[in-house]
């Protein structure tokens, strides 16, 4: 379950910075390596910041396994993925050649986010351990 960052109630709160951990299942579609699925959760770790102007600064990390048959030799194989990722959020128009993602009615949705941090940490291949030596 991805969670909503609400902003007015968040500063309500005085939590104009906070943590949020966070599992969700990844939709199969986004890996498109042959014989090779997600075999965890997505998991989340991130810290958000509200700035004075209602952007959102979102940072941590993101970490998955996938595994399934070597992209070379069909043996099982399994990588652990962990990646850092940022975003920085904006009321209304965003500025997405710079990083900025939108968000309305004063909640961030980070759902899009996500799906984006998934696809770009995904390798175009999985290797098992004796390819991956090869690889070297
Ligand atoms: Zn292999």
């Not at 004075?52 to 043996?75: H, K, P, W, Y």
């Not at 920085?88 to 759902?111: I, Q």
Request: with cysteine; hydrophobic share 45%; charged share 25%.
């Amino acid at each position: 379950m991805i969670p909503k960052i609400h902003i007015a109630l968040s500063r309500a709160k005085g939590m104009t910075e906070g943590t949020l951990e966070f599992s969700f299942d990844a939709d199969p579609a986004w890996l498109d390596i042959p014989f090779v699925g997600f075999s965890s959760p997505v998991a989340a770790q991130l810290r958000y910041e509200i700035a004075e102007d209602d952007s959102v600064e979102v940072f941590g990390s993101v970490a998955f396994t996938i595994a399934g048959s070597c992209s070379r030799c069909l043996s099982p194989a399994e990588e652990r993925i962990v990646q850092e990722v940022r975003a920085v959020f904006v009321e209304g128009e965003a500025d997405e050649g710079a990083g900025e993602f939108p968000y309305a009615n004063g909640s961030v949705d980070l759902s899009e986010w996500m799906r984006e941090c998934v696809i770009f940490a995904l390798p175009p291949v999985l290797h098992c351990a004796s390819c991956k030596r090869q690889d070297i």
